[in-house]
């Protein structure tokens, strides 16, 4: 099979996970369950499988429901577009070319499905679920143990797992001071992961992308957005901080030789 044919077939699969995760964000902690068929939510019409196609009937619907012309959330088409992408990112940075290397980007994505919805909810709802983040957190924990075909099961170094407390603890320190006015509890248990999928290094490297581009959209938001500026604004830190995340492991840019 052609490399670039097995790259349109992961873009593929990833809109399709990502139109799921749309959904259970959405319907997270809402009492209803991922089981029920997908619904506009203006008219309630339930949905066909030809309005469900990820991005393709966003497009041709000219981003609006067929029966009642109510607006389509963006969030939709952008959520299925990234999880497309950084399938096809996964794919070539974790190959599954043998067993080894098969739990590994299957561990990959299951974080990355997990990421995905805590930045959803995340922007939405201005906090990280416990349940979604410790999920996060014992994944990267267990993946830190995972070798290669040579030795499949390896002992982390001390260094290793000291690396994901050590760049959560002033976080979680803010977290106390402050009574978490200056940084949810969630975002250090966020950066507790990061730190065990990075290390120290890299981990500290995404933590300073994260800072420096969530003040610079801080910036842009709060020039455009004065008012709601004015009144009061919350934004929420963990998107960043996975966007840190994942530009580290894709650039492999490290700032901090630790």
Not at 66 to 83: G, N
Not at 152 to 175: C, E, R
Request: one cysteine or more; charged letters at 10%; proline letters at 5%.
């Amino acid at each position: 099979m052609p490399l670039y044919f097995t790259f349109i077939l992961c873009f593929i699969f990833g809109t399709i996970i990502g139109s799921f995760l749309n959904v259970l964000a959405l319907r997270y902690n809402t009492g209803v369950t991922v089981r029920g068929r997908s619904k506009c939510m203006s008219c309630a019409k339930t949905l066909t499988w030809v309005e469900l196609v990820p991005i393709l009937s966003f497009m041709i619907q000219r981003g609006a429901c067929r029966s009642c012309k109510a607006k389509i959330s963006w969030q939709y088409p952008i959520v299925e577009f990234l999880s497309g992408a950084l399938f096809v990112l996964l794919f070539m940075l974790y190959p599954p070319v043998s067993l080894v290397a098969s739990i590994v980007t299957a561990m990959q994505i299951f974080i990355l499905c997990i990421l995905m919805v805590i930045t959803i909810y995340d922007i939405k709802h201005k906090i990280i679920p416990d349940p979604l983040v410790w999920t996060f957190v014992a994944a990267a924990f267990l993946l830190m143990f995972v070798g290669n075909d040579t030795n499949p099961f390896v002992v982390p170094s001390v260094m290793q797992l000291l690396s994901g407390p050590i760049l959560a603890l002033p976080f979680a320190l803010l977290w106390f001071v402050s009574h978490g006015e200056w940084m949810g509890l969630g975002d250090a248990k966020l950066i507790l992961g990061i730190g065990w999928m990075l290390g120290l290094g890299y981990g500290l490297t995404a933590l300073t992308m994260a800072f420096w581009i969530g003040a610079i959209f801080s910036l842009i938001y709060m020039a455009v957005s004065y008012k709601t500026f004015k009144h009061g604004l919350q934004i929420p830190f963990g998107p960043y901080l996975i966007l840190g995340l994942y530009l580290v492991m894709v650039t492999g840019w490290q700032l901090f030789v630790i």
